[in-house]
DNA sequence: AGGAAGATCTACT
DNA sequence: GTAGATCTTCCTA
C-alpha cells in the first residue's frame, strides 16, 4: 500500500484532479475500514476561477485552498459536505473537488449511512458519497499524506481505464474549459 | 437578518 | 427526463 506524497498534490490542480482518478479512498473508523475509488473529480483555481470558494479573496473559512497542498477542504453547499483536496503549484490556489467514488470497502456501511437501493446511487455524487463515508467538517484540514491520518489516499494498481472530461456541473460561472474529469463508462459516474 | 451556494430527493409531465 | 422544494453553513449588508 503507497500512500501519495506530497509532492502528488504540489501540481496544477487541473493534472492533480486526472491523476486521482482511479486511486483508492480509504477512511480509517473505529467501525472498521471504509474504501473506495475515485472515479470523479473537478478542478477548482484561486481568484480567476468564478466558481471557486476562493474566487473573493482569502477568507477564514477558504484559506485552506491557499495552505499546503494534500489536505482536505470540506465545506457545505445546499445541505451536502463536500469534499476537496488541496492542489496547486506551492505558493499558488487551487484544489480538486472529488465528485463519485466505486465503493470498494465496507459498502454494507455506506448503505446504513444512506437509505437507497441501488448501490449505484449510493455515492454517485459529491453530496451522496461524503454523507456514505460519514465525512463531515470533523475531517476539514486534515492531511491524507500522513498515514496517521483517518482519511488517506492511495496508489493501488487498477485496471486500465479511459479518462473523460467535460465542463463542471452545476457551477453557476464555469471557465470556459473542461474542469472535470472521469472514467469513461463507469456505472458510479454522476452524469454522462 | 437575509440570501446564495461546486446538490439531492421526490413527484410529476 | 425535467421541475420544484428543501437541505445547512457562512458571507454581506
Known amino acids: 500500500m503507497k500512500i501519495l506524497s506530497r509532492d502528488f498534490y504540489e501540481r496544477s490542480p487541473v493534472e492533480v484532479a486526472k491523476d486521482l482518478l482511479g486511486k483508492t479512498l480509504m477512511l480509517k473508523k473505529n467501525s472498521g475500514i471504509l474504501s473506495a475509488k475515485i472515479v470523479e473529480t473537478e478542478a477548482y483555481f484561486g481568484q ?46 487551487g484544489g480538486v473537488l472529488i465528485r463519485a467514488i466505486e465503493p470498494l470497502q465496507g459498502t454494507e456501511t455506506m448503505l446504513k449511512n444512506r437509505h437507497v437501493k441501488e448501490i449505484r446511487d449510493l455515492t454517485s455524487g459529491p453530496g451522496k458519497l461524503t454523507k456514505a463515508l460519514d465525512i463531515t467538517k470533523d475531517l476539514n484540514g486534515i492531511d491524507v499524506t500522513d498515514r496517521d491520518s483517518e482519511l488517506i489516499v492511495i496508489e493501488e494498481q487498477g485496471e486500465d481505464f479511459e479518462i473523460s472530461s467535460s465542463h463542471r456541473i452545476g457551477v453557476t460561472a464555469d471557465l470556459p474549459k473542461n474542469l472535470r474529469f472521469f472514467i469513461k463508462g463507469n456505472k458510479f459516474v454522476s452524469k454522462a
Open 48 to 93: 480567476k476561477d468564478p466558481a471557486s470558494r476562493a474566487h473573493t479573496g482569502r477568507k477564514p473559512y477558504n484559506q485552506l485552498m491557499f495552505l499546503d497542498s494534500g489536505k482536505t477542504f470540506i465545506y457545505m453547499v445546499h445541505g451536502n459536505w463536500l469534499l476537496n483536496i488541496v492542489a496547486h503549484q506551492k505558493g499558488s490556489v
